[in-house]
């Protein structure tokens, strides 16, 4: 026990004194943030500041077109109408987009008793993100014109192409019924799913390599000497899953301080709001914890039957297969995350930990599936660790060779 | 009651016998020397020892009792393929080492500390292992498995990479350890450091047992019949019937005299031509004993 203690603490110090965690720790978030900033940005800056020309021989309907386009409030385009327009203003028109004065110039021909054509020019072809807002605001301008033609009202007119918006509610296990957003809960579970996955296999994945690296360093000779293979592998698992904790905590400490801030309430409000629910909370790090030690010793299973580095990421890919498997079955998840099969995938110990979190997005299980799926998982981390304890236990002994059944049995009587 | 005691052990790989039927008894205040020819079957007799890997057949005794981890925690192991943890500083790995033998971290700080200061490498205990140089490591190797005061220090090739000048030290070190009645267990090829350290030997050839026993023993079944000439003159004495073998270095001749050769003959075959500062009848070295028994050509 003493000797699992220490060689525990000999791999979380190293790894967490080591540059490769700091990087990670803050180069991940950041590298994330700066993504999801990156592109947050930008979305908001396409199509924006445009100056756009509309011309026809409508007025009315050129000017519900700015109208539709001012109103765009990611759009922000400047529009110039030039209404009624004749062949020739249209050709002046068209000579500044060539010049760049303009950005674009939507040409809009109405004729009684027929729908209207429109033409919409601009110099970059792939600007259609401000094609889409100009085809939008001319659709919506076009019907709001044949509504108010037809003798509704303005406001009346607007609300209808504007549509309806539905809010949703959620029936919750005591009866309370309470208001949610499906898009926002969607993003949390897939979010946390992620995270989910990605440490266990990232810690699972650095427990097998620091076991070849000890296997091909021959220092497994020294520490045979002193410690038993047991202890070695126990004192891995536990120090690197620690490292794996400490990056975790790190990260949601940095989460929940961003969160609190001025700046992310501002923006995280109404369809962004996300609520971490206390069961969230205190499951996460419990299925981290089963998930790690259910990849980690089965990687350490296989890292102790290879020889090299390059042998053992051969076969990664297969050990990493529940993992794909779990965000395969997304869709069938969010569809129905009571169905047989969701309910199943949440039982089955491989896919359990990301599948329960992605159900758990939509709604919270009945604690008897936490438990169950818990306790399945904790009796195949048994399973696993019996049997990786004993390919360990062999396979850093026999360097080149493959281990007989006779000496496995003569190594379990030693033990 | 010897310290280790292997009883007809045997050690097979695949079809290939490692280990064939050796046995062998190291007592206390002994050192013992491992002999043989790479691949014949030393380190597979050490690790056994060391429980790294079971007999197929025969047994091993640790102090008095049949094989126990526990009983590893009063033995030193330096192995022949070394390991340190690269990225950690010497001090905090000596530390680590000797806590998992039971140590007190600031024992294990204070015993590392006095043994870099005596194997001189008290500079470097705040260095990462991954900036020492291979002697340097092997020095740390070194303390590793002696700070936890162990009863039986088994090292597999400790002197292989060393300068001289430290290759002297260790050799120094293992003395001071024996006479303080630890015994000792070294396999090596250095034939020069078995004869000036070992009190006995096991030559191994094929996984088995050719020759084994006290130094002084062995070298006394052999016949004195080596003889060391400084001379000054003609060398025509070294053309003797009596002479199988001779080598000259500008007056220092190395002979090997025929079986049953004469060498009061010599020596007046020698006087008559030559002016001799030196004749000595030497035994034969360790190495040509080793050479012999190995190739199959035991005058003994």
Not at chain 1, 32 to 37: H, N, R, T
Not at chain 1, 169 to 174: F, I, S
Not at chain 2, 203 to 215: F, M, R, S, T, Y
Request: proline share 4%; net charge neutral.
């Amino acid at each position: 026990m003493r000797n699992m203690l220490l060689i525990a603490r000999r791999e979380y110090l190293e790894q967490v004194r080591g540059r490769a965690f700091k990087t990670t720790t803050i180069g991940l978030p950041a590298i994330f943030a700066l993504i999801v900033g990156v592109g947050y940005l930008s979305n908001l800056g396409l199509g924006a500041n445009r100056q756009v020309a509309v011309a026809s021989n409508d007025p009315l309907l050129a000017g519900q077109i700015r109208q539709k386009l001012a109103g765009d409030k990611d759009a922000k385009a400047r529009v110039i109408v030039a209404a009624p327009a004749t062949p020739q203003d249209r050709a002046l028109l068209l000579n500044k987009v060539k010049d760049g004065t303009l950005d674009g110039l939507l040409w809009v021909d109405t004729a009684t008793g027929k729908l209207p054509t429109a033409t919409y020019t601009s110099q970059s072809a792939g600007d259609f993100i401000t094609a889409a807002r100009v085809k939008s605001a001319l659709n919506h301008a076009i019907i709001d014109e044949r509504l108010i033609g037809g003798g509704m009202q303005q406001g009346s007119a607007d609300a209808l192409v504007n549509g309806t918006s539905v809010a949703t509610y959620q029936v919750k296990m005591d009866g309370s019924v309470l208001k949610t957003n499906a898009e926002a809960s969607f993003w949390k579970g897939y979010v946390m799913a992620i995270l989910l996955s990605m440490t266990t296999m990232i810690y699972g994945m650095n427990v097998a390599r620091s076991i070849i690296q000890e296997k091909t360093s021959r220092i497994f000779e020294v520490m045979l000497a002193i410690a038993s293979p047991s202890d070695m592998l126990a004192g891995k698992l536990i120090g690197v899953g620690a490292v794996g904790l400490t990056q975790i905590a790190i990260w949601l400490v940095a989460a929940a301080a961003i969160l609190v801030s001025p700046f992310a309430g501002a923006i995280l409000t109404g369809e962004l709001a996300v609520h971490i629910t206390w069961t969230e909370a205190i499951l996460f790090p419990v299925y981290f914890v089963l998930g790690y030690l259910l990849y980690s010793s089965l990687f350490a299973g296989l890292a102790a039957t290879c020889e090299t580095e390059q042998e053992l990421q051969m076969y990664t890919p297969l050990a990493a297969a529940p993992t794909w498997l779990s965000f395969a079955l997304i869709m069938l998840v969010i569809n129905d995350s009571n169905s047989f099969w969701s309910v199943a995938a949440s039982f089955f110990p491989p896919t359990a930990p990301v599948i329960m979190f992605l159900r758990m997005a939509a709604e919270i299980p009945p604690a008897w599936q936490f438990a169950v799926s818990i306790g399945l998982l904790t009796l195949s981390i048994w399973a696993v660790l019996w049997f990786s304890t004993r390919l360990y236990r062999i396979g850093i002994l026999m360097y080149g060779k493959r281990a007989t059944v006779p000496e496995l049995l003569r190594w379990l009587r030693y033990s | 009651m010897p310290v280790v005691e292997l009883a007809q052990v045997t050690k097979t790989y695949e079809s290939k016998v490692a280990v064939d039927h050796l046995s062998l008894s190291i007592e206390a205040g002994q050192m013992f020397g491992l002999l043989g020819p790479n691949g014949t079957g030393k380190t597979s007799s050490i690790r056994m020892m060391m429980g790294i890997t079971l007999p197929d057949t025969g047994s091993i005794t640790l102090f008095g009792k049949p094989f126990e981890r526990a009983s590893l925690k009063r033995v030193g192991y330096l192995p022949e393929e070394r390991g340190l943890y690269k990225k950690m500083k010497v001090i905090e790995q000596l530390i680590f080492f000797g806590e998992l033998h039971g140590l007190h971290e600031a024992e294990a700080r204070s015993r590392a500390t006095d043994w870099a200061r005596r194997l001189d490498i008290d500079d470097s205990l705040h260095k990462k292992t991954e900036e020492l140089s291979k002697g340097m490591q092997q020095k740390i190797q070194f303390i590793g498995s002696l700070l936890h005061d162990p009863a039986l220090i088994i090292m597999d090739e400790p002197f292989s990479g060393l300068d001289p000048v430290n290759a002297k030290l260790l050799e120094q070190t293992l003395l001071a350890l024996k006479d303080q009645g630890k015994a000792i267990v070294f396999s090596t090829h250095r034939m020069d450091q078995v004869e000036k350290l070992c009190d006995s030997i096991c030559l191994i050839d094929k996984g088995q047992a050719v020759l084994a026993g006290k130094v002084r023993e062995i070298k006394s079944r052999y016949e004195r019949n080596h003889v060391m000439v400084e001379f000054e003159g003609s060398e025509a004495f070294l053309q003797s019937a009596e002479v199988a073998e001779a080598k000259n270095f500008s007056g220092h001749a190395e002979i090997r005299l025929r079986p049953h050769g004469n060498a009061q003959k010599l020596l007046r075959e020698a006087s008559a031509c030559a002016t001799i500062y030196r004749f000595e009848l030497v035994e034969p070295s360790l190495e040509e004993i080793f050479i012999q028994t190995v190739g199959g050509k035991v005058d003994a």
